[in-house]
Nanobody, 115 residues
Framework: QVQLAESGGGWVQPGGSLRLSCARS????????LGWHRQAPGKQREPVAT???????RYADSVKGRFTISRDNAKNTVTLQMNSLKPEDTAVYYC?????????WGQGTQVTVSS
């Protein structure tokens, strides 16, 4: 099994930055698909940023140019750097791992962007 522990959420003013971190433990496979998803109240969970096993990142159009996903294989961590945050970025952010037909989620961390 895979365990995911998230940190870094909180409150920030529009235009500010936050960095989310996800620590992976348990079963770790180099070919897992990694990602960050978010869910706002009343909306479905949506992918924000993903990274292929080869390290190629992909982003939702709404965050492209502002968010950056990265990984540290030695530390088994996945990071989401969020810059130029907007109120519409307010949501619960979840770390995600996909392995064949199985998937695991972090507990979620609240990100609130307001003035």
């Amino acid at each position: 099994q895979v365990q995911l522990a998230e940190s870094g959420g909180g409150w920030v003013q529009p235009g500010g930055s936050l960095r989310l971190s996800c620590a992976r433990s348990g079963s770790v496979w180099p070919y897992d698909i990694l990602g960050w998803h978010r869910q706002a109240p009343g909306k479905q969970r949506e992918p924000v940023a993903t990274m292929s096993p080869g390290g190629v990142p992909r982003y939702a159009d709404s965050v492209k140019g502002r968010f950056t996903i990265s990984r540290d294989n030695a530390k088994n961590t996945v990071t989401l750097q969020m810059n130029s945050l907007k109120p519409e970025d307010t949501a619960v952010y979840y770390c995600h791992v996909q392995r064949f037909d199985n998937q695991w989620w972090g507990q979620g961390t609240q990100v609130t962007v307001s003035s």
